[in-house]
């Protein structure tokens, strides 16, 4: 089991900057790929970025490319999402995931343990 705790969301104006924090507890947690998915009132839950075990590999959606980096420390069992220049479509709740043995970086199926989620809110 990987217990997953979000942190860091808020509320910011447009063009400001968020960093989410993942902090992952569990066996060899450390060994996971993870991603960060989110989801706005009333849409489907999207992929945000992902990266790998070693964090050697990043993933990222087009929209958010340029804006927003994954890394992770895995001696603190950590991964974080530095999001700048967040706009008002960027508000949503944020999910971290672990990958799963089968892990594909944008396939929510793929992500065997998912946080419960820290909103972040854009003002225009």
């Known amino acids: 089991q990987v217990q997953l705790v979000e942190s860091g969301g808020g509320l910011v104006q447009a063009g400001g900057s968020l960093r989410l924090s993942c902090a992952a507890s569990?066996?060899?947690?450390?060994?996971?790929?993870m991603g960060w998915f989110r989801q706005a009132p009333g849409k489907e839950r999207e992929f945000v970025g992902a990266?790998?075990?070693?964090?050697?590999?990043?993933y990222y959606l087009d929209s958010v490319k340029g804006r927003f980096t994954i890394s992770r420390d895995n001696a603190k069992n950590t991964v974080y999402l530095q999001m700048n220049s967040l706009k008002p479509e960027d508000t949503a709740v944020y999910y971290c995931?672990?990958?799963?043995?089968?892990?594909?970086?944008?396939?929510?199926?793929?992500?065997?343990?998912w946080g419960q989620g820290t909103q972040v809110t854009v003002s225009s």
């Open positions: 569990g066996r060899t947690s450390s060994s996971y790929a």
């Open positions: 995931a672990a990958g799963g043995s089968s892990w594909y970086p944008g396939v929510a199926t793929s992500y065997d343990y």
């Open positions: 990266v790998s075990w070693s964090g050697g590999s990043t």
